[in-house]
């Protein structure tokens, strides 16, 4: 019996699935007749169209009971057309799936998890026969961990499949020797020893792509020791460092025609894809893209330049117009000439870095850096605290966010004030270091924020014309995460716009002084009807004096203000519909808010962009020496 999670226990559970020795398929009573035909060394097998004795079933019943989608033997259908056929031929043929027959007809085995919640596996099966070849395939419940022995009796095999699942070691003496093509993508793969150690001689394609190979202990078994006859290589997603040393180990293979690389930290170099497209001139396609004679032409001689293959990547880091902000102004309540304090906002765009760069100003604080070029000012700080000392306890949370396997430092723009469109012309190169830590990074993606710096400033008592400044307080507007997995395959730009969605602020509490003031004028709108009689009596009281023309004048001027004062609380009827319209133009404005958004773009430097940065930074080296 096969070991539970081997490759033999995946394919008999896909055999019982299908039925293949049960009625209508296999041998029985329903076909007694050719069995013992095939039994007995003088007779002969029946035809499909000779007469079967009495109590047997033809072979065309047979297979409309496996056809008919009304049979309880019908396949469901979902079914893949090529489990339909695998029956038929168990039911037409059964002699050629019987006993180790079916092992012998398989050319192609595929065994792979979909990443399905139930973590299905598919099967597929390759047959070949006389007049048959095709696939199959079916959900099965296994995943498989090892390669047992039992994949011997494929004695015909010619490809092997078996991706997304958790293999760990491949012994390559219970492969095939007519293997041709083996496929282990997706599994937890980090050492080829002993898949080395007697690899199948005729292998032309292997696929180790989406494994944990670490470089540059696993370079040595990439040549043509190992693999005489192979033709297309996949290494992709593995954590490969060293390119010096693999390209060193590729170039012994004569026969390779297809290499993919991408999304090792080794493919972030800038001189990657030059180096290696000069180095192995018999390579057709690197990553999943043609190889031209304009490409090597145009890296000819790299290959001969060894100080080029620095082990670090430059990445470009440029933020541009910020807009939908709220206006601060809009939601002050303070009184014109008190002496409360001044408030003043400003505003910035950080965002995370993989740690592991190259620092710049060696002189500079490590935990805060300031950063100066002709458009920008910028700001860096670690991650563990995005301000000082001085300001930590003021800061507000950020969102809170899944931890990440990689260490960061965030940086950030320039504060600016409100306006309708900040134009934050922020561009910053980044030289990291750590490869490894830079995959992690762009694996996780980074964070951008939208932060508000509030500072208030009050008057001293005794020096009127000087202030004091409150630490600042820093809040979080907004969080969007930049998925940034698209630069270690092969684009080398991501640029969108982040939307943090519609800020719409609270409106502060009023102070105590406004507060007071509208109740005295809510007050003084509720007693206007007895304070406009005792002017009226007054002013008919008088007799054309000076004393009573002053008297009447300052009645009317305080009845047409009281009256000024009702037509605003309640505007005349000729007005209301003038009114009517301006508010529900007004409301209409409300409607109209805008999302907070941030242009964000993050570019990996290729050759020759990196060369031409590297060739000025070298200018300018040479000046200051």
């Not at 209301?576 to 430097?605: H, R």
């Amino acid at each position: 019996m096969a070991a539970p999670g081997s490759v033999s226990a995946a394919f008999q559970e896909y055999l019982q699935h299908l039925g293949l020795q049960d009625f209508p398929c296999g041998f029985g009573s329903w076909n007694e007749s050719r069995l013992n035909a095939l039994r007995s060394p003088r007779a002969e097998p029946a035809g499909l169209e000779e007469a079967v004795p009495p109590g047997e079933e033809t072979p065309e019943a047979l297979l409309e009971l496996l056809r008919d989608r009304h049979s309880p033997w019908a396949l469901p259908p979902d079914c893949s057309p090529q489990e339909r056929l695998l029956r038929e031929v168990a039911a037409l043929a059964p002699e050629l799936l019987r006993g180790s027959g079916v092992f012998q007809a398989v050319r192609s085995l595929r065994i792979l998890d979909k990443g399905m919640s139930r973590r299905s596996t598919r099967v597929r099966v390759t047959l070949a026969t006389r007049c048959l070849r095709d696939e199959l395939a079916k959900p099965s419940s296994l995943q498989v961990e090892e390669v047992d022995e039992g994949l011997l009796r494929f004695q015909q095999l010619e490809e092997l499949v078996l991706s997304a699942n958790r293999i760990r070691r491949v012994t390559s003496a219970h492969l095939p020797r007519t293997l041709k093509v083996l496929e282990l993508c997706c599994n937890a793969v980090d050492d080829l020893q002993d898949l080395c150690a007697r690899p199948p001689p005729e292998l032309q394609h292997l696929g180790l792509g989406y494994n944990r190979l670490c470089g540059p202990s696993q370079d040595k078994y990439f040549t043509m020791d190992f693999w005489p006859n192979l033709v297309s290589l996949d290494l992709s997603f593995n954590s490969l460092t060293d390119l010096l040393e693999l390209v060193s180990q590729l170039s012994t293979l004569q026969n390779l025609h297809i290499l993919v690389l991408q999304g090792n930290p080794l493919a972030l170099i800038p001189t990657y894809r030059g180096f290696l497209v000069d180095s192995l001139p018999k390579l057709s396609i690197l990553d999943d893209i043609h190889i031209w004679p304009e490409e090597r032409q145009r890296f000819h001689g790299l290959a001969r330049q060894p100080e080029l293959m620095r082990s670090e990547a430059r990445v470009v880091v440029s933020i541009g117009e910020m807009k939908g902000l709220p206006n601060p102004e809009d939601f002050q309540q303070l009184e014109v000439g008190s002496e409360g304090p001044v408030i003043t906002y400003s505003y910035c765009v950080t965002y995370e870095f993989a740690e592991g760069e190259e620092p710049e100003d060696r002189g500079s604080p490590e935990g805060k850096k300031i950063h100066q070029s002709p458009t920008v000012a910028m700001l860096d700080v670690d991650s563990s605290a995005q301000d000082t000392g001085e300001t930590k306890s003021h800061q507000e949370p950020a969102a809170t966010e899944e931890p990440k396997a990689h260490s960061a430092k965030v940086f950030a723009t320039r504060g600016q004030p409100w306006a309708d469109t900040i134009d934050c012309s922020y561009r910053k190169e980044h030289i990291a270091k750590d490869l490894v830590g830079l995959k992690s990074y762009l694996e996780a993606g980074t964070i951008v924020s939208v932060v508000e710096e509030k500072k208030k400033q009050k008057k001293k008592k005794k020096q009127q014309r000087e202030f004091r400044s409150d630490p600042p307080i820093r809040s979080t507007l907004g969080t969007a995460r930049v998925t940034l997995e698209t630069l270690l395959a092969t684009e080398d730009l991501v640029a969108t716009v982040c939307d943090f969605g519609i800020l719409i602020p609270e409106k502060p509490p009023e102070s105590p002084v406004l507060e007071e003031k509208m109740m005295t004028a809510v007050t003084g709108l509720k007693e206007g009807s007895e304070f406009q009689h005792s002017l009226t009596v007054e002013t008919s009281l008088s007799t054309g004096g000076k004393k009573g023309k002053d008297k009447s004048k300052n009645a009317e001027a305080e009845k047409g203000g009281l009256a000024s004062r009702k037509t605003a609380a309640t505007p005349t009827p000729k007005e209301k519909g003038k009114n009517k319209d301006t508010a529900e133009v007004e409301e209409g404005q409300e409607l109209q808010l805008v999302p907070l958004t941030v242009q964000f773009q993050m570019q990996l430097l290729r050759w020759p962009l990196a060369a031409s940065t590297q060739s000025q930074e070298n200018v300018a080296v040479g000046k200051t020496q």
